[in-house]
């Protein structure tokens, strides 16, 4: 039933197709490739590779070096002094310092920086599939509201005709000059119907632009939507895995859990070795020192007012919240999913309501047109039947619209509405290259 139902969706939105006509997957892809926002989001998770690098800098040596060069002039009103005089100075220093114990707080920070990496790639993933959403549901709008245009122009025809035939009974007498009223009244009402429906169009083709950054041409009919799990339950049991909101929310719970370990590093100790090496030269007399040294150096934290034990506290607090928010987020994906599911096979009920309502209208409608012609009907009995046809019609389109929509907010819920699921032959973004080229490219400072 159900893919009988999405083949007559389908065809209802069906247009007439030029050799460049575009299609669903042509929308999909020129948005995918040149969406600013999504764009954005994949900058993020390149920024997000860079904090796992900055947070693995902190285990690394720390080298520096130092040099002076200046003129002193040095005086003594002592007896005996030696060194006296004008000269040049130059000094030169190289130090390295290693962190060798820092109470878990790099360990910490680098598993932090690894959750917040899967924060912005499940971020990325999420931004990917509402994008494709939104195009999904633009491009079907377009076709719904082309096709409402199009019946509400030929119910302005129909009217427009109703109202010449009307006149020409009026001059003959056949009808009264009510009837020939109410004929004008139903074609000023088609007349803004019509008005209201291209204004409608236009905002979904400002839309459609906004999402895709280019305007929508000839569409062809939206090909079949993609098959659903046969029961909720299955439903909800791929959305609990695949969700990339379920999987943010994780990751970012994770880093929260690292954020405290990070937070109680500062009650430890900390140890580092330091080396340094200085050279200082005097040119007039030819004097050089050279002084070597390292050192460990250890710092024990015993009183900070307060401080690192309330950001423990605040990390704490950041990691329970982080938890419920994670239930939060399973809450919500229960209920979109089982909002889609149920409000598909609603759609694909009111397709097969609207199909025996047209047949049944046209029939209708027909008929109070040949029995008006014997006399047995009224203007207004004809009128209404063509109303009643046109309503009939327009919730058709609308219920088709709607099924084909619900299909995709599902799979959105699922986490399966991605270029692989729907077949799309586009490059897709490897978030991990990044990293990749900034190992590679450590010393460098260039991000493309």
Request: no cysteine.
């Amino acid at each position: 039933m159900r893919h009988r139902s999405l083949m007559a969706a389908m065809a209802a939105f069906a247009l007439s197709g030029t050799a460049s006509a575009e299609t669903l997957a042509d929308a999909i892809q020129t948005a995918y490739l040149n969406n600013p926002q999504l764009e954005a989001q994949r900058k993020q998770t390149a920024n997000a590779e860079e904090q796992l690098a900055q947070a693995k800098s902190q285990r690394k040596p720390q080298i520096s070096a130092n040099a002076s060069y200046g003129y002193e002039s040095v005086e003594s009103t002592r007896p005996f002094s030696t060194n006296l005089g004008d000269r040049p100075v130059s000094t030169a220093q190289l130090q390295a310092s290693l962190p060798l114990y820092t109470g878990g707080r790099i360990k910490a920070g680098i598993n932090q920086a690894r959750a917040g990496i899967g924060i912005a790639n499940a971020q990325l993933e999420g931004a990917s599939q509402d994008l494709i959403l939104q195009v999904i549901t633009a491009y079907v709008d377009v076709l719904r509201d082309r096709e409402t245009v199009s019946i509400r122009e030929n119910s302005v025809e129909l009217l427009r005709e109703q109202v010449r035939a009307s006149r020409d009974r009026f001059e003959v007498g056949e009808v009264t000059r009510t009837d020939v009223a109410q004929s004008e009244a139903r074609l000023e009402g088609a007349r803004a119907g019509l008005a209201g429906a291209e204004a409608q169009l236009e905002g979904t083709l400002a839309l459609y632009f906004f999402l895709v950054g280019a305007d929508a041409g000839d569409l062809v009919a939206a090909p079949i939507a993609p098959l659903l799990p046969p029961t909720i339950e299955e439903a909800m049991e791929i959305a609990f895995e695949r969700s990339p909101d379920i999987q943010a929310s994780v990751f970012n719970e994770r880093a929260a859990a690292e954020g405290v370990k990070v937070a109680y590093g500062a009650l430890k100790p900390s140890i580092s070795l330091v080396t340094s090496a200085t050279q200082q030269e005097t040119y007039e007399n030819g004097f050089r020192d050279t002084n070597i040294s390292a050192t460990a150096q250890a710092s024990i934290p015993l009183f900070q007012g307060g401080l690192v034990r309330s950001q423990v506290r605040s990390a704490k607090l950041q990691r329970d919240q982080a938890r419920l928010r994670t239930d939060n987020v399973e809450r919500q994906i229960r209920a979109q999913v089982a909002q889609a599911w149920y409000g598909h096979v609603a759609s694909l009920k009111s397709i097969e309501a609207s199909e025996r309502q047209v047949e049944a209208a046209e029939i209708a409608y027909e008929g109070a047109k040949e029995e008006l012609a014997v006399g047995v009907r009224t203007t207004l009995d004809v009128l209404d039947q063509e109303q009643q046809l046109l309503d009939a019609r327009l919730t058709l389109i609308r219920s088709e619209r709607d099924a084909y929509v619900a299909v995709h907010q599902l799979l959105r819920s699922m986490g399966s509405l991605n270029l692989q699921r729907l077949n799309l032959s586009v490059q897709v973004y490897d978030p991990g290259e990044y990293g990749d080229k900034v190992k590679r490219n450590w010393l460098l400072t260039d991000t493309e």
